[in-house]
């Protein structure tokens, strides 16, 4: 029993999040003493802001990961919602309430659409979110086509950026950890969230042990599209502008963190915690990175890395150890042999 | 066994048959009918020199789609061709600033390796780790970008310090068809005749339906799909090398984004995205349909805010006519496997 815990925690710490946990430790403390600057209020500030889209829209993307589908039309989404946001607050005279309330709904409606084509048609989310990735993007361009609207109440667009007293923290922090909070409440502790894993690894069989397949996927998506919408709504006020390329591109790095923080490509494999710190790394590391005026194009390159060997060096390590594991099994094998042979 | 007893007229129709049940048919008849209404309301639409122009837009999409179709076809995924896109176009800009004089084949043998070896790095990486292509090479994607944009900062070459004759290539044209685009429909015959009739191009299909079967079947598995992300590379090389010729600059910037729009083309010409069936030649119509809806819609005078948006619900029919098709297929081959019993 004693042993079982501790195996358990040995698990715990020296499993995949914790690693990335570790990573982010170490590459914050390293700044904070060779960076210049790093070690401030300010930093927190700069660099919580500029991780909110990825860490907002990675809460529902890594349930749909986990679930053993993607979405690839977040960005587009959250871009249509920022348009929609701008010419209503443009054209129609609402106030700015109701104008977000609206731009919300097309986040419902964009992921409805997905949900629908892919639960009720059955067709593969790699191809429908690619499509409705031009889809949206391209909505958005007709919607507002390429003009700006820039007008948007000051004390809002100043709220987006006002900080919790001295700490730098941003406001809005407090409703990205609710938004966190939801997700992970909702993964972990409901049987929705636990027959997600189930769905990923195996749909037959998730259908079987009564999990509504399809069901669960429509409203995976109708949240990815919300969360988009919001995050479209958060950089038109953060930016102060609306315009149809807003979130151009992001789908790929919201992507490259989920699967960084651990969350299996193939479904049935990761969690919440995990993500945070996956969005954490490369936004912590990014910024330290600027600061220390290492060039935007290495940057990149990191990113990039840190993918690549997050999902490479698990397949070398199990590599290894059932290289080792055969190796022992061989010996003792011999060794039986042997001893059979002399009791013979 | 009911192949046995096949007429002569049967086997007509069933030639017939199989034309008009092809994959590729949709998205062919979706281009004529697009070209013939283009036409019909802008008549200058077809004019030597706008059709020209239509066909020098095609060209890189295509080779760049027929490409993508190999790995696409083998249940894989190449999300880093436009970084290599990237790379090529700019290192065939390097290799004519440091040797001006050097054979136009060697920089196309030179920019077809080179991406060749870039494939190479995908594809040891998608087989050796055992993880899904996607996520390997939306790694690669960044790596690859980040490299050439340390490569190329903010240095550019222009279409200006290239050797004449190479530019010559996407001006010249013979019998009107400019000289890359001969090139592109050499290599899409080319690639199209080997993935039907060569046995290692019908392996990636095997592949592709189901890899575990395949290995079974004593296909070596890691090998095909090796090859096919180093095929995928040299042709996206030499879609760099054409990049160069066709366009005015190339820096660090070039091909950015473009990864979905291929894959978006492979997928309207009718290749499913889990892999196992669809054709190159489809693949080929599908980069000339998305290619050719920017030009249509200009000489129609809708507003070219529209489409993006027209190339997203063609993208989604495609998926929704393929699977329809394919429905019905499988409900027509129990009915006659049950006749068969």
């Known amino acids: 029993m004693a042993t079982a815990t501790r195996s358990q925690w040995i698990r715990r ?39 909110v889209p990825v860490l907002l829209i990675a809460m529902p993307m890594a349930l749909v990961i986990i679930s ?17 946001m701008g010419v209503l607050w443009r054209d129609s005279g609402l106030d700015i309430g109701t104008v977000m309330a609206l731009s919300l709904l097309i986040g419902v409606l964009c992921g409805a659409f997905n949900g629908f084509l892919i639960t009720t048609l059955g067709l593969p989310s790699l191809a429908v979110t690619i499509g409705t990735l031009a889809l949206y993007r391209g909505l958005a361009l007709v919607v507002i086509g390429d003009q700006k609207v820039a007008s948007f109440p000051k004390e809002l667009t100043s709220f987006v950026l006002s900080k919790i007293g001295n700490t730098g923290i941003p406001v809005i922090m407090i409703f990205v950890l609710v938004v966190i909070a939801f997700f992970a409440v909702l993964l972990h502790f409901t049987p929705f969230g636990r027959g997600l894993y189930a769905l990923g690894y195996s749909p037959q069989a998730a259908t079987f042990v009564g999990v509504r397949v399809g069901h669960a996927k429509f409203w995976l998506f109708v949240a990815t599209g919300v969360v988009s919408s919001m995050v479209g709504v958060f950089l038109t006020l953060r930016l102060a502008s609306a ?11 919201v992507i490259a963190a989920v699967l960084l923080g651990g ?18 790394l490369i936004g912590t590391l990014t910024y330290a990175l600027r600061l220390a005026k290492v060039p935007e194009t290495a940057l990149i390159i990191v990113t990039g890395g840190l993918l690549v060997l997050s999902v490479v060096a698990p397949s070398l390590i199990a590599w290894g150890r059932e290289r080792i594991r055969l190796r022992r099994v061989h010996q003792n094998f011999q060794r039986q042999g042997a001893s059979g042979a002399n009791s013979a | 066994m009911s192949t046995v007893t096949h007429t002569p007229t049967a086997a007509r129709s069933g030639a017939v048959k ?21 036409f019909i309301l802008n008549p200058r639409f077809l004019s030597p020199q706008s059709t020209k122009d239509l066909m020098l837009n095609a060209t890189i999409m295509v080779i760049l789609a027929v490409g993508q179709s190999i790995v696409i076809i083998t249940r894989n995924v190449d999300l880093s061709v436009g970084a290599i896109l990237g790379l090529t176009a700019f290192g065939t800009g390097t290799v004519f600033d440091i040797f001006p004089d050097i054979p136009l084949v060697l920089v196309f043998v030179i920019g077809m390796t080179f991406g060749g070896l870039l494939g190479a790095i995908n594809g040891l990486l998608v087989t050796s780790a055992k993880v899904p292509a996607l996520v390997i090479t939306l790694g ?6 980040g490299v050439l944009s340390s490569w190329a900062g903010s240095k550019q070459f222009f279409s200006g310090d290239n050797p004449k004759e190479f530019g010559n290539l996407s001006v010249d044209t013979f019998f009107g068809i400019p000289i890359i685009t001969i090139i592109a429909v050499v290599i899409t015959v080319a690639v199209a005749v080997f993935m039907s009739s060569v046995r290692s191009g019908r392996d990636l299909y095997a592949i592709g339906s189901d890899p575990d079967a395949a290995r079974l079947f004593g296909i070596p598995v890691g090998g095909r ?32 984004g473009l990864e979905l729009d291929v894959v978006a083309a492979v997928v309207v010409g009718g290749v499913a995205i889990f892999g196992g069936s669809g054709t190159v030649a489809g693949a080929a119509i599908g980069a000339v349909l ?7 819609l200009t000489a129609t005078r809708v507003d070219k805010f529209w489409q993006q948006a027209i190339v997203g619900v063609l993208i989604l029919s495609a998926i929704i006519i393929d699977r329809v098709v394919s429905l019905r297929r499988t409900r027509k081959l129990r009915v006659s496997e049950a006749k068969d019993v």
């Open chain 2, 18 to 38: 199989r034309f008009f049940t092809a994959r590729e048919i949709p998205v062919a008849s979706a281009l004529v009918l697009l070209i013939a209404v283009t």
């Open chain 1, 13 to 51: 710490i020296s499993g995949h999040d914790a690693v990335i946990f570790y990573i982010l430790i170490s590459v914050i403390v390293i700044s904070m003493v060779s960076v210049n600057y790093f070690a401030s209020t300010l930093t927190v500030g700069f660099l919580l802001i500029q991780v």
């Open chain 1, 243 to 253: 315009g149809p390329d807003n979130g151009t591109g992001l789908e790929l790095t």
């Open chain 2, 140 to 145: 690669t994607m960044y790596i690859f970008r």
């Open chain 2, 225 to 256: 799909v090796l090859s096919a992300f180093i095929a995928t590379g040299a042709l996206t090389g030499l879609a760099g090398v054409l990049y160069t010729s066709r366009y005015n600059s190339v820096g660090a910037l070039t091909g950015s």
């Open chain 1, 263 to 280: 969350v299996s490509i193939f479904g049935g494999k990761g969690n919440i915690l995990g993500v945070v710190g996956g969005v954490l």
């Open chain 1, 68 to 84: 053993g589908e993607i979405d690839l039309s977040v960005a587009s989404t959250a871009g249509l919602t920022s348009a929609v």
């Open chain 2, 290 to 296: 998305l290619s050719t809806i920017t030009g249509a």
